[in-house]
């Protein structure tokens, strides 16, 4: 599976951006799979930002994407989506979707950057203050 990330681009503060993510082959399915959306700034580490699991009952969100981002997936569009409102320009940096290594799992690792085995190849978003 090869995963397309789209929705980026440069704002301004308090500004909001929906991202989506979706396989680049529409025979593939993301459906099965727990999705994460990460993000990695130049000099920094990879974070994660959201994820949710394959049924869409769960939801996990890095601290500083509470209450204002916001993860939802719709299985039958095989599309994972990332809202973003109140955006700040601490959120720049190329934020990246992707797909847990395994299937129909409802376990707690969604944030870490290793349960994650296929990736997408990253959106930008600038926020300018």
């Known amino acids: 599976v090869q995963l397309q990330a789209s929705g980026g681009g440069l704002v301004q503060a308090g500004d909001s951006l929906r991202l989506s993510c979706a396989p680049s082959?529409?025979?593939?399915?993301?459906?099965?799979?727990?999705m994460g959306w990460f993000r990695q700034a130049p000099g920094k580490e990879r974070e994660s930002v959201a994820a949710?699991?394959?049924?869409?009952?769960?939801?996990y969100y890095g601290e500083f994407a509470k209450g204002r981002f916001t993860v939802s997936r719709d299985n039958a569009k095989n599309t994972v989506l990332l809202q973003m409102n109140s955006l700040k320009p601490e959120d720049t940096a190329a934020y990246f979707c992707?797909?847990?290594?395994?299937?129909?799992?409802?376990?707690?690792?969604?944030?870490?950057?290793?349960?994650?085995?296929?990736w997408g190849q990253g959106t930008q978003v600038t926020v300018s203050s």
């Open positions: 992707a797909q847990h290594r395994r299937v129909y799992y409802n376990g707690g690792d969604y944030y870490a950057v290793g349960s994650y085995g296929t």
């Open positions: 949710i699991n394959w049924s869409g009952t769960t939801t």
């Open positions: 082959k529409h025979t593939d399915s993301i459906t099965p799979y727990a």
